[in-house]
Every structure is written in structure tokens, then in C-alpha cells.
């Protein structure tokens, strides 16, 4: 069910299939204040489909995660298997993006970021509702994120949002990314600033035009 009022969809989408090579050990369940890392991912989403943001919650897991895919379950989400995660990210992205053909939007989450909050995902999915650009990203009071929650390298942002760029245009939709990451924010459309949970400022982006929604 939508938010009343809204009748296009967003679905959330959590992906957790990555080997955290550089980690050295199931990043995911690595502990953090009692809980797996991914807990905190995988909370925040739940509690915004049952909210009523999110009209779909799925989790990208790689072959064999029992794991993951059991606290995906216990957050209420199905769970889609990249069978090539060692592809990269963008592997699990267009696995994720390619389940939810039903869904107007998807609204992307990285496993490994354990300080995403209910309140800005509130707010970047009423950004998309107001037709605010293709791609939305917070910026968090004009600064990024505390560093090493899940931000990507320079390479690998620009290969995400190259790829969403390209989907959302085949596919019709928009796309919204909530992250900490401050590469992306320079690839993105439309930029919604937060503090303390409140919009306090926002910024259409010169570098592309976001290309208009159907419907």
C-alpha cells in the first residue's frame, strides 16, 4: 500500500552481497553494539515499509549467505540472490533493479551503512513524490558522512550512478539513493540537505537535466 495520496510506488532495496575482501571476514556480521552490522540496514528499511514509504522491501544476498538472508526474513524483506557478486556492486544493483519491475522507484541502500535514519528516507521518498529529479541523494548539513560507513571510491560511485542513470531512463522510473557518500552527491540530479531530520535546503544540479517521469 501507498502513502495516501500517492499512488506510484517505491520499493527499497538493500544490497548485501558483497565480499568485504578488504574487510577480511563477513563484514556484514561483524558486531556493532550487540547487533550484526547489517541489522541496522536491514531495521531502517523494514520500518519504512511498515511505515507505509516503502510498498516493497528486498535484500540482494550472495549464494550460500544463510545469514544474511535469515535477518532479512526476520525484517520482513524477500531476498534476491546476485549469483555473480564478485562482479561488483553494480552487479547486485542491476540483480535488485531487475526484480522490481512493478515498482515506479527504488530507493537503494548499502548494507554496510549502519547510520541511515528513518527520518531521511521519509524525506527523500517525499522528495521523488514531488517529481524532484531522476536521482535523489541526501547531503547531511552540507557535509558527508562519517567516513567508513559504506562510502564508495571514486571509480566505483561513478560506475553506480552511470549505471542507474542509464536503467531509470530505459526503464521510466526514478531512483533514489540515500547514502553517506559524498562522490555520489556530485553525480546526483537533485540533492535534498538535512539537519537534524529536517529539509534545510535543496539543490537542483546544472551538470544533466533529469529526464521527466511518465505517469
Known amino acids: ?9 517505491v520499493a527499497g532495496l538493500v544490497l548485501a552481497a558483497g565480499g568485504a ?6 563484514k556484514l556480521l561483524a ?3 550487540g547487533r550484526p552490522l547489517v541489522a541496522y540496514a536491514l531495521d531502517v528499511a523494514g520500518r519504512a515499509r511498515g511505515s507505509g514509504l ?11 549467505d544463510e545469514a544474511v538472508r535469515a535477518l532479512a526474513r526476520e525484517a520482513g524483506a524477500s531476498t534476491i540472490v546476485n549469483h555473480a557478486p564478485d562482479r561488483g556492486l553494480s552487479s547486485s544493483l542491476r540483480a535488485g533493479l531487475a526484480a522490481l519491475a512493478d515498482a515506479d522507484a527504488a530507493l537503494v541502500l548499502l548494507a554496510d551503512q549502519p547510520l541511515v535514519r528513518l527520518d531521511v528516507l521519509a524525506v527523500l521518498v517525499a522528495a521523488w513524490h514531488e517529481r524532484l529529479g531522476v536521482l535523489i541523494r541526501p547531503r547531511y548539513a552540507g557535509r558527508p558522512g562519517e567516513p567508513g560507513h559504506g562510502q564508495l571510491d571514486s571509480h566505483r560511485a561513478q560506475m553506480v550512478m552511470t549505471l542507474l542513470r542509464r536503467l531509470v531512463h530505459e526503464r521510466d522510473v526514478l531512483a533514489i539513493v540515500a547514502t553517506h557518500d559524498p562522490l555520489m552527491m556530485e553525480l546526483a540530479d ?9 529539509v534545510v535546503g535543496e539543490e537542483e544540479a546544472t551538470h544533466v537535466t533529469a529526464a521527466p517521469h511518465a505517469g
Do not use: I, K, Y
Not at 1 to 9: K, L, V
Not at 54 to 64: E, K
Not at 190 to 198: A, F, S
Open 1 to 9: 500500500m501507498t502513502e495516501a495520496g500517492n499512488s506510484r510506488s
Open 21 to 26: 575482501r578488504r574487510f577480511g571476514s563477513a
Open 31 to 33: 558486531p556493532l553494539r
Open 54 to 64: 516503502l510498498t516493497d522491501l528486498r535484500v540482494v544476498v550472495a549464494p550460500g
Open 190 to 198: 537533485h540533492l535534498v540537505e538535512l539537519r537534524d531530520g529536517e
